[in-house]
């Protein structure tokens, strides 16, 4: 019994250790399994942190204006932010680190270096979105420069929401190379997406005046487009507008379909001339900076228009060529739209002042004078300020007739890009007026100045009798200048050839416009004509080619404010207070006018803030403001997400893309996109139930014959 007892002892503790060792195979196995399940990664920290060689690591944040869109308590710049600040705290000592903004790319925000991590990470929980458009190419590019060179381990991480617009079109091509770039340098590249769609969302898309031209005092219409990004339909959508400090009624907009824009037109007059900005705003939404826009406005006491006649007759003006063209213009005037016309013979050209001319017009004028300067070299001062005044967003318009020399227009006037097509003599019998061509109906472009030519009006076209007329060759003409574009022709004669009876092109800014005949009634009868369409048409004519107002005074964020300043009065002040004023102190801008120079430029480059800018210019006997506006990038408020197929064209070998919207414990785990651990932790579970099922039939009392026994 004593050998049977300790038998039973003995087999009870190697009974005891084999169950305890199938009970841990079989324990690890369902660990493994749910460890698998989890999904593990390889970290590889946004900021490389842990025992390793040094590394330089270049971020780029993405601060566009998109990035203010909320989410949860803060925003996706805020989650940026927080991102940043944390991974600059835990930093290596020995790493370096720099840092770029899309805001500026150009620069860093933080310079490559071993930085003090204490203050740097203030520093960026210092930093907020802006109201800029862009710029991830050129960071990514100023960040690959900073790596140039550097023998440490080198990565460089993106920041940002990653929109459909910036992995498509242009944008996205730019990207795209500067990735390739960077992967091809051997620098690992990790994308960090904070971004998501937005179901609503409406965009202030465009804010204008109807027409080109604010004048005081003058009914127009204000007209603003509303996009709606977002996936449903927006209904009665609130519209407030205000001009200076007074409030208008509020518009509503009925319904905007999802991916759709609506223009809304809002009536308004001016009050007073000077300096003017009108303000648009949209509810507040998701993403409040793209839910306004300001318009910046000269408003002008009247558009002013100087009609040079070359048969100019003081004693009777119902002989002068202008007599028809300065009729119509008072009537405009009369009829609401604020014209000042002033007729000078055309000797009076040779010393004009045209600062603060609209639109200029020579009516039948034979050629500007020429004269020699102090070299004995030829030159045209007249030509010459007229090239200035067309570039600068003036108008020109020209009538031809019997004291045209065609020489100087097929010459100087062509050569210098104030002339569209070279021109041929003129045809026709002005005297016996026996035969004469009408106008080509279906020829009339679709402009609302030629609007009486269209449609069922068309037939006004026939009605009017051209005796006599220049023929114009449409063939091209080498040697303009660069900023002239092609001409374009807008209304036809109906003489069997179709022969340019009204053209114009472009020269800089402004727009140059020809008429093949007569501006009064020498060689023509328009403006005797019974259709009466000479009036509308010539007082669209000078809406249409006089000076745009207020159009250089409003732009997107980031353009340069750009401002001319006259050599007298002078000018010994110049200071802008920007939207962020009292914030940011006034910036005082240099005025710098080079010694004889007609004029000067007031230059602003880094108007990085949408809202107003107030220019004020002190002198003696000046004091005078200018109002300059910025507006979020419309394209800041498409939230729209890329597809995996256009998000896979642009992530190639070497780039690791994070989605960094999901569940915080997966964000942490696939923080950089490290290597899988799951299908060997499946394969180590399976080997350790099938070590578990060997051992078991191993450690069983009885073998199968036994239990079949």
């Given amino acids: 019994m004593e050998f049977l007892l300790a038998s039973r002892q003995r087999n009870r503790r190697r009974l005891r250790l084999e169950e305890w060792l199938l009970l841990a195979l079989r324990t690890l196995a369902v660990l493994l399994i749910g460890l698998a399940v989890a999904g593990p990664r390889s970290a ?37 932010r927080d991102e940043l600040a944390g991974r600059v705290a835990e930093l290596p000592p020995a790493d370096r680190l720099a840092i770029y903004r899309t805001s500026d790319a150009g620069e860093p925000w933080h310079a490559l270096a071993r930085p003090d991590r204490e203050a740097l990470a203030r520093r960026v929980e210092a930093l907020t979105a802006s109201d800029t458009h862009g710029g991830l190419a050129e960071a990514l590019a100023a960040g690959r420069a900073a790596l140039f060179g550097s023998t440490n381990l080198r990565r460089l991480v993106v920041l940002s929401d990653f929109r459909r617009v910036d ?20 620098v690992e590249v990790t994308l960090l997406d904070f971004g998501r769609a937005e179901s609503a969302n409406l965009t202030l898309e465009s804010l204008r005046l109807v027409g080109p031209h604010a004048v005081a005092q003058t009914e127009t219409q204000l007209a603003v487009t509303i996009r709606n990004a977002g996936s449903a339909e927006a209904r009665d959508v609130p519209l ?35 300096p003017e900005a009108i303000r648009a705003a949209l509810p507040a939404d998701a993403l409040e900076a793209d839910n306004a826009a300001t318009l910046a406005l000269e408003v002008r006491e009247a558009l002013t228009v100087l009609i040079f006649d070359g048969h100019y007759d003081p004693a009777d003006v119902r002989h002068s060529e202008s007599y028809f063209l300065r009729a119509a213009l008072e009537a405009a005037r009369q009829g609401g739209l604020n014209v000042r016309a002033e007729v000078r013979p055309a000797e009076a050209l040779a010393g004009a002042d045209l600062t603060g001319v609209d639109l200029v017009v020579l009516a039948n004028v034979p050629d500007l004078p020429a004269e020699l300067d102090g070299p004995g070299q030829l030159r045209r001062p007249a030509l010459e300020a007229l090239v200035r005044h067309v570039r600068a967003g003036g108008g020109l318009a020209v009538f031809t007739g019997d004291r045209v020399n065609l020489e100087f227009y097929n010459g100087p006037m062509l050569e210098a890009g104030l002339a569209p097509l070279p021109m041929a003599p003129a ?17 009339a472009a679709d402009l609302e100045m030629l609007r009486a030519f269209r449609g069922e009006t068309q037939a006004f076209a026939r009605m009017v009798r051209f005796y006599r007329y220049h023929r114009a060759s449409e063939r091209s003409v080498a040697g303009r200048p660069a900023d002239a574009t092609a001409p374009r022709v807008l209304l036809r004669f109906a003489d069997g050839e179709g022969s340019p ?22 060689w023509n009868d328009w403006g005797k004509s019974i259709n009466f369409t000479y009036l509308p048409v010539m007082v669209d004519l000078v809406s249409y080619l006089a000076r745009p107002g207020g159009r250089e005074h409003t732009a997107a964020v980031g353009s340069a404010i750009v401002h001319p300043v006259p050599a007298s009065p002078a000018v010994t002040e110049a200071t802008l207070k920007t939207p ?59 939230l729209a997400k890329p597809s995996p197929a256009e998000r896979a064209a642009l992530t190639g070998e070497g780039v690791t893309y994070v989605d960094r919207t999901g569940p915080e414990a997966a964000q942490a785990d696939a923080l950089a996109g490290g290597r899988a651990f799951a299908p060997w932790l499946f394969a180590l579970a399976l080997a350790m139930l099938a070590c578990e099922g060997v051992l078991a039939q191993r450690f069983g009392h009885y073998g199968p014959g036994e239990l079949r026994r």
């Fill in 167 to 186: 992995w498509t079109g242009p944008a996205g091509q730019a990207l795209r190379a500067q990735l390739t770039a960077l992967t091809g340098d051997g």
């Fill in 580 to 638: 962020a004023y009292p914030a940011q102190d006034l910036v005082s801008l240099p005025v710098q006018l080079a010694e004889g120079a007609p004029a000067g430029l007031l230059r602003y480059d880094r108007p990085r803030q949408a809202g107003l800018y107030e220019l004020t210019l002190r002198g003696p006997g000046l004091d005078a403001t200018a109002l300059y506006a910025r507006n979020v990038e419309p394209a800041e408020g498409d």
């Fill in 427 to 443: 045809v026709g019998d002005a005297t016996g007026r026996e035969r004469a061509v009408s106008l080509q109906p279906d020829s």
């Fill in 44 to 80: 590889r920290a946004v900021l490389p942190v842990g025992p390793r060689p040094p590394a330089d690591t270049v971020v780029v944040v993405d601060d566009s204006a998109s990035m203010g869109l909320k989410r949860g308590a803060g925003t996706v710049f805020g989650a940026v």
């Fill in 240 to 274: 407030h507008v205000r001009v200076g400090e007074v409030e208008l009624p509020v518009a509503v907009v009925e319904a905007i379909g999802p991916g759709t824009s609506q223009t809304v037109e809002v009536p308004l007059v001016l009050p007073r001339t000077g």
């Fill in 501 to 522: 009876a009204m053209v114009e092109s472009r020269l800089g800014d402004g727009g140059v416009l020809y008429v093949y005949s007569t501006a009064g009634d020498r």
